[in-house]
């Protein structure tokens, strides 16, 4: 494998060394070493995650919060930790705005549910865009479908860019909330985010940011962004899957009612009447998902140790590199050529089903994703049934690339 040290003032920058904290990228598949390029569905694990998840049920487990026992004390630091860590990764103001959910899609419906129950009304509008990924339509249709809400979609263009001045003429009187993907999981499209929270916060709106595609690529700052809430999930940002945040700010958490009644979320309980516990603990009903919150801090503590700013710059990088090799290729056209885009490349082939080419590069060892990636209005868009999907994270090389782009070749002759 090669050896990539970058240093122009990030940090230094080492492919080799980042991939052998990485046990799963040394496996063969079908007799061929893995390039792993389906880092948009899930990403791949460090050694030290995975060691936290075993240090906790060998050492440490035990119900958090109300325990007085040593084993319950500790657990319950390690997880308040990992919230103190994610507040600082994303820059909120306080712990109590860092809720831990399942991930993207338990962030959104629990905004959905409680933003509905609270907010909402007869004939409100909720705005969205062409390019969300289903778990960013079906919650606020499903609350659409219960209130009479309407649900207005931004159009994109033929580049997979959202057509700014129609969301800002979508804005009226009506719109109660904006919920918009940061980048998108299908075209690679970085959004516009600041402006669209600017124009929504002239007519005070606030904007939820699904920000599952961009905590592992971006430097993300709740605060300078001023998005009222931000989702993503553990697993794409090389933590356990079953865990997420959703980051809100304070003041407007406060004035949601909770979304899930049950145990931690209760100051007093009486059979005539309840009060709610403070933040962050009123929208965690139940116990949490104890073990995989505290990996999650351990994987933000290592991505911290390398730098956003150093990974952003690698796969800029490898999506620059791996363009210009596909789009070499005259039977593949790119779908998604936003200005701004994240390391996810989609792509079809002239009369080749998507799910062939992913058959095709799995025996080659090649691990991409085929489908409509949970964005089936992005393909009506595009008119298109599937696209394939290449998706960088900081473990991959050009090398694998080089893989990949010889997988495409022999694919293509074959099917000539
Ligand atoms: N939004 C986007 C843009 C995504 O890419 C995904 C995951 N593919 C989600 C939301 C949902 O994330 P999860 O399945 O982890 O809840």
Redesign the pocket.
């Known amino acids: 494998m090669n050896k990539v040290i970058v240093n122009s003032g990030l940090k230094a920058f080492d492919v080799e060394k980042i991939r052998s904290d990485f046990p799963i990228l040394h496996i063969k598949v079908h007799g061929k070493p893995l390039c792993y390029f389906d880092n ?2 899930t990403t791949q694990k460090p050694k030290v995650v995975i060691d936290k998840l075993v240090e906790f049920y060998s050492s440490m487990n035990a119900n958090i919060h109300r325990g007085v026992h040593y084993l319950s004390v500790v657990s319950t630091k390690a997880y308040e930790d990992s919230r103190v860590k994610i507040k600082k990764f994303i820059n909120a103001s306080s712990e109590k705005e860092i809720i831990f959910t399942k ?4 962030s959104i419906n629990l905004v959905a549910g409680s933003f509905a129950r609270g907010k909402l009304r007869d004939g409100d509008e909720i705005i969205i865009t062409g390019m969300e ?1 289903h ?2 339509i079906v919650p606020w249709q499903l609350i659409a479908n219960e209130k009479n809400i309407k649900l207005r979609v931004v159009p994109i263009t033929d580049n997979g860019e959202i057509v700014f001045e129609e969301f800002v003429k979508m804005i009226n009187g009506k719109t109660k909330l904006i919920s918009v ?1 940061y980048v ?2 299908s075209l690679g499209t970085v959004n516009p985010v600041e402006e669209i929270i600017e124009a929504a916060h002239n007519h005070n709106i606030p904007v939820f940011l ?1 920000g ?2 961009a905590i592992q690529h971006l430097n993300v700052d709740v605060r300078k962004l001023d998005c009222d809430f931000f989702a993503f ?1 553990g ?2 940002i090389y933590g356990p899957t079953g865990i ?1 945040v959703l980051y809100g700010k304070e003041k407007l958490l406060n004035e949601l009612p909770p979304y899930q009644g049950g145990g931690d979320m209760i100051s007093k309980v009486t059979f005539e009447e309840t009060t709610f516990n403070t933040l962050p603990y009123k929208f965690e009903a139940g116990t949490p998902n104890i073990a995989d919150a505290i990996a999650l801090g351990t994987a933000i503590d290592y991505i911290s140790g390398i730098g956003i700013d150093a990974i952003s710059k690698h796969e800029s990088e490898l999506l620059e590199y791996a363009t210009e090799k596909i789009s070499g290729l005259e039977e593949v056209k790119i779908i998604g050529n936003a200005k701004r885009k994240s390391s996810v490349l989609s792509f079809v082939i002239e009369n080749i089903h998507p799910h062939d080419v992913g058959t095709f590069l799995d025996f080659e060892g090649v691990a991409i994703r085929t489908g409509h990636h ?1 964005t089936q209005p992005v393909m009506d868009r595009f008119h298109i049934p599937a696209t394939s999907r290449a998706s960088f994270a900081l473990y991959n090389t050009k090398e694998e690339i080089d893989v990949l782009v010889s997988g495409l070749k022999k694919i293509i002759e074959v099917f000539k």
């Open positions: 948009a569905a991930g993207t899609t338990d990924h778990s960013n993907v998108s999981n699904d599952a595609q999930s697993h794409k997420g949970c």
